[in-house]
């Protein structure tokens, strides 16, 4: 049988990610020595009181079923309190608060509620490529709006003006910024809800990295007035170190969270249980859980520097996030990567991976242990970098 695929599919592609780890797990197999700096996977485990929550629930009987489309009252209590205490966003367990399967599974459910075929969406270059990807399976006008170094990596809204944005429903923002790792800031935020209202153009925020090395985390619903034009996904994969347990949110006003929630409840039958209980006992961890988490990264962040130096890029060492961003001398990082791999058995993403203004720029992982990063630096001595 010739089973053609959807035309949806025809316009996306298998994710970089999993294509270049299936080619490095092929190499390392056939006995190649590689260090992978790549994929950003907190390598760290979730505190203790999430697993024995989890495993509690998970002997109880009567825990198995199918659950809420909504989550349980009490996730959501964990989740709007989670936002309060470190936002001071107060919001309504009932109609403000959804949780999802992961922040990626509400790229997914935000486009399907939202998005008519042809109908305009503005993504950040660099950016998530699952925001672009998502966007083209909705056969929906991707419009790439650009952040750049001498900006700070914050859109340039001059030029997004100067667009014709009659047919642009919604615009994907990502502070703290992966790849960039740029910071939010108020007048940021500010900007961004100034924009959506004049322009009548759903802005959604995609905050998963606000605790990672940040010391002052934001919230786009901490802006006045955000909830008519704005709302915010949020995800425990990188705050609390759990990312394979697919725990996220969304939040903002019920006008469009209603929506959302239209798609979802048609697409999965609720959250296990077990898991729901492990996420709430993660959001009642404490700022010490943050700062001792955060003082792993920082140490490790040192040592990335230190490759960073050793192949000639230079970088912003008040980064924010998971990875560092650096810029190389020789232009072309797709070509560097290649390199590093092929003569020093590292492996650094290229910015490229992330949109064409990444084309000069490698992004490090910092979910690595000290150790790999320290063999990083001696694998590059023994291929013979400056370090
Ligand atoms: C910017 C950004 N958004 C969303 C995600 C997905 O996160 P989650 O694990 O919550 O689905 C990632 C994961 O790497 C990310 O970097």
Avoid at 214 to 220: L, M
Wanted: proline share 4%; aromatic share 10%.
């Amino acid at each position: 049988m010739n089973l053609k695929a959807a035309h949806r599919i025809g316009k996306v592609e298998e994710y970089y990610f999993s294509r270049k780890l299936k080619e490095i797990k092929l190499r390392i197999k056939n006995g190649e020595d590689i260090v992978n700096l790549g994929i950003g996977s907190p390598d760290m485990d979730p505190a203790s009181s999430i697993v024995n929550a989890t495993s509690e629930a998970l002997e109880m009987p009567g825990n198995h079923a199918y659950q809420s489309y909504i989550g349980s009252e009490e996730l959501r209590e964990a989740m709007a309190n989670w936002y309060y205490r470190f936002f001071n966003v107060e919001l309504d367990i009932d109609h403000q608060v959804l949780p999802l399967m992961g922040s990626k599974e509400g790229i997914m459910h935000i486009s399907m509620a939202f998005l008519n075929p042809d109908d305009k969406v503005l993504i950040p270059d660099p950016g998530y490529p699952t925001y672009a990807a998502v966007a083209k399976m909705m056969h929906a006008d991707v419009v790439m709006y650009d952040l750049l170094e001498e900006n700070n990596w914050q859109p340039d809204f001059e030029a997004l003006e100067q667009m014709d944005l009659s047919k642009v429903k919604l615009m994907w923002v990502n502070y703290p910024n992966m790849p960039t790792g740029a910071d939010a800031t108020t007048a940021l935020f500010e900007r961004l809800v100034k924009f959506g209202k004049d322009h009548h153009i759903l802005i959604v925020n995609d905050n998963p990295y606000s605790f990672i090395l940040n010391d002052n985390p934001r919230s786009i619903m901490q802006i006045e007035g955000a909830q008519s034009t704005a709302i915010e996904l949020n995800s425990l994969s990188k705050s609390f170190n759990m990312a394979g347990w697919r725990i996220g949110m969304v939040v903002g006003s019920d006008k469009i969270l209603k929506h959302i929630l239209n798609v979802k409840s048609n697409m999965d039958s609720g959250m296990f249980l077990p898991i729901q209980a492990g996420a709430i006992a993660a959001l009642s961890l404490g700022e010490e859980w943050f700062n001792q988490l955060n003082e792993i990264y920082r140490k490790r962040r040192i040592w990335a520097f230190k490759i960073l130096d050793c192949i000639d890029c230079s970088y912003d060492a008040k980064c924010v996030g998971m990875f560092v961003w650096a810029k190389t001398k020789v232009g072309n990082a797709e070509q560097l990567s290649e390199e590093l791999l092929n003569k020093a058995g590292i492996f650094i993403t290229p910015g490229s991976v992330f949109g064409s203004n990444g084309d000069e720029y490698l992004r490090i992982s910092l979910c690595t242990p000290d150790k790999m990063l320290i063999r990083s630096l001696e694998k590059l001595k023994n291929a013979g970098y400056g370090c």
